[in-house]
Every structure is written in structure tokens, then in C-alpha cells.
């Protein structure tokens, strides 16, 4: 009987040791129907110049932003897009020297476009996810000015470069539904450009404000 207690003993811890385990185990996170989906996204925001003592008058306008991605892990995702914006400055002496016989006008402006890549660290916040983000990115920015010349033919003086720039994101994911999501995102792009000896190495990045529709196929 002795020997019948103990082994009856023994069988119950064996069946029952997995299941205290289990129960002892946290909560498993439901895998996010958006993992490891291709998305595309488009995002439209604000655009404030950084300051720079060789261009003065700035102001920014736009900003807009296409791209497409994937959200690789729970913490990781990656986008490769198109980026667009553009500012306002004071047509600088030397853009006006270049242009003899011309009447140039007092303003310009720069436009800059160019595709760039995007590595993030996402963290889950309850149903929202915050994220923040490094990357590379190739870019061409061209001042531009209105000229008129002695027969009062309108034309345009520009500077033209290309150049590589550095950019830093930071945002929230706000989901929509299963497969979309709108996002907040604060942007800053470092970036220069050289529009010719008589006007130099110039800022033409800055900081960027924008709000994004993401789909998920």
C-alpha cells in the first residue's frame, strides 16, 4: 500500500508540475497583424529652416513625404522613402552678381528633394507604439531667383547640389485599424549645400513637423 501512496504520489506531480508551470508563465502579446507586412505611407507637414548667418530672411514651408517599409519585429522596422521641402530666403549677393544686365529679384528659393533610408527602435505603448529613428539619404537642393533682363524677358538664376545628409525621426503610431495607422512625427534633417564661390557651403536642413497615413498589405 506503502509503495501503491508513493507512486500515485509521483504520477500526480507529473501531471500536474506542467500546468503550475504554465500558469506561472506571463501573458503571451498577441503578434500584431502588421508585422512583417509591406506598407506604404504619405505624410504632408510643416518645414522650419535651420539658421545659417550666409542666408538671412528664411522661412520654411512645406514638407511631404512617400514611402514604404516594413516592421521587421515587435521592436524593429525600416523605410525607404522619397523626401520633399522648401524654404524661402533672401536672394543672396551672390546670386545677383552672377546675373550682370539682369534685374534679379530680392527673393528665392530652395527646393530639396531626395530619397532616403530609415532604421527605427519601436516600443509598444499599450495600443499605441513609440518609435525613434536614424538615416542616410541623398539630396539635391536648388536656389532658385527670378530674374528680367535689359529686353524684360523673364527668366531664372540658379545653384544647384548634391549632396548627402543625415536625418533623425521621432513619432507615435496611432492605429486606425488592423492594417493602418496615422502617425505623428517630429523630423530633423542635417544637410548642406554648395551653391557656388561667391555665396559657399550653405545650410539647407532643418526641422520638419508631419502627420502620415501608413497602409499595410
Known amino acids: 500500500m506503502r509503495l501503491?501512496?508513493?507512486?500515485?504520489?509521483?504520477?500526480?506531480?507529473?501531471?500536474?508540475?506542467?500546468v503550475l508551470a504554465q500558469a506561472d508563465l506571463p501573458a503571451q502579446t498577441p503578434a500584431s497583424p502588421r508585422l512583417?507586412?509591406?506598407d506604404v505611407y504619405f505624410g504632408?507637414?510643416?518645414?522650419?529652416?535651420q539658421s545659417d548667418a550666409k542666408l538671412t530672411?528664411?522661412?520654411?514651408s512645406y514638407s511631404l513625404a512617400l514611402g514604404f517599409?516594413?516592421?521587421?519585429?515587435?521592436?524593429?522596422?525600416?523605410?525607404?522613402?522619397?523626401l520633399s521641402y522648401g524654404q524661402d530666403v533672401d536672394t543672396p549677393a551672390g546670386l545677383k552678381k552672377s546675373a550682370p544686365l539682369t534685374s534679379v529679384s530680392d527673393n528665392a528659393h530652395i527646393?530639396?528633394?531626395?530619397?532616403?533610408?530609415?532604421?527605427?527602435?519601436v516600443q509598444p505603448i499599450g495600443p499605441f507604439d513609440a518609435y525613434a529613428g536614424a538615416g542616410l539619404g541623398y539630396y539635391s537642393s536648388e536656389l532658385k531667383a527670378f530674374k528680367t533682363t535689359l529686353f524684360f524677358i523673364p527668366?531664372?538664376?540658379k545653384r544647384k547640389d548634391r549632396?548627402?545628409?543625415?536625418?533623425?525621426?521621432?513619432?507615435?503610431?496611432?492605429?486606425?485599424?488592423?492594417?493602418?495607422?496615422?502617425?505623428?512625427?517630429?523630423?530633423?534633417?542635417?544637410?548642406?549645400?554648395?551653391?557656388?564661390?561667391?555665396?559657399?557651403?550653405?545650410?539647407?536642413?532643418?526641422?520638419?513637423?508631419?502627420?502620415?497615413?501608413?497602409k499595410f498589405f
Do not use: C
Not at 44 to 49: E, I, M
Not at 111 to 121: R, Y
Open 44 to 49: 504632408l507637414g510643416s518645414f522650419k529652416p
Open 163 to 214: 549632396r548627402f545628409g543625415t536625418q533623425f525621426v521621432a513619432g507615435i503610431d496611432l492605429p486606425y485599424s488592423d492594417m493602418s495607422i496615422w502617425s505623428v512625427q517630429y523630423r530633423k534633417l542635417i544637410l548642406n549645400a554648395d551653391f557656388g564661390p561667391d555665396i559657399g557651403d550653405v545650410g539647407v536642413g532643418g526641422s520638419m513637423w508631419q502627420i502620415s497615413y501608413r
Open 36 to 38: 512583417n507586412k509591406l
Open 155 to 157: 527668366d531664372e538664376v
Open 57 to 60: 530672411g528664411r522661412s520654411g
Open 111 to 121: 527646393s530639396t528633394w531626395g530619397i532616403g533610408g530609415i532604421a527605427k527602435l
Open 69 to 82: 517599409g516594413s516592421r521587421y519585429s515587435r521592436h524593429i522596422a525600416w523605410e525607404i522613402e522619397y
Open 4 to 18: 501503491a501512496a508513493v507512486v500515485a504520489i509521483a504520477a500526480s506531480t507529473v501531471v500536474v508540475s506542467p
